[in-house]
């Protein structure tokens, strides 16, 4: 009676594994990743393999288990706010942003000043829109359309737009 040798038992422990990777590398699925470590271990238990089969089972269990692609980074839409924020002290406006382009804004109003400010946002002559009073220190948030076309951000506090607390802002496309 004919024993196979070490030889033949560790070829058909690799065939064993390699036929396995194969067809679970043909399912697409994370199946394959499972299917392949049964590979292996069939290997490993079929016969008392070297360290010539484990690298070649753990070749075709890393060729079944690939990464699933990052989601694509979309722009974003009109419909989603565009965020600007506008920094108020003692008698001015700053603007996070030098160039602005048609759509909604969520401005983070931030009132570094030791006074009381709000800020309104005025077009042709008519308020568009204006946060409520903000304490020093605070900061309040204000959601706005802007069209294109030439915009004012004032405070409206006392005498604080006549002492320069303003800034224009031009909309363009």
Do not use: K, W
């Not at 043909?26 to 010539?52: H, I, L, P, R, Y």
């Not at 600007?84 to 002290?89: C, F, K, M, S």
């Not at 002559?125 to 304490?135: M, Q």
């Amino acid at each position: 009676m004919s024993h196979p040798t070490r030889s033949t038992r560790r070829s058909a422990a690799l065939v064993l594994a390699l036929g396995v990777g194969l067809l679970s590398a043909c399912s697409g699925g994370d199946d394959g990743a499972e299917a392949a470590d049964a590979a292996s271990t069939s290997a490993t238990s079929a016969s008392a393999t070297t360290s010539s089969a484990a690298p070649e089972s753990s070749a075709a269990a890393g060729t079944t288990t690939a990464a699933p692609a990052p989601p694509a980074t979309t722009a974003p839409t009109e419909a989603q706010a565009q965020t600007l924020t506008a920094t108020e002290g003692e008698m001015y406006i700053e603007l996070s942003e030098d160039t602005l382009t048609p759509g909604n804004y969520t401005i983070e109003v931030v009132n570094e000043g030791n006074a009381t400010h709000d800020l309104v946002v005025e077009r042709d002559g008519s308020d568009v829109a204006a946060t409520e009073n903000i304490a020093p220190g605070a900061s309040a948030t204000l959601e706005v359309t802007l069209e294109e076309g030439d915009y004012v951000f004032y405070c409206s506090v006392a005498n604080h737009r006549a002492m320069g607390m303003e800034t224009d802002v031009t909309v363009g496309a």
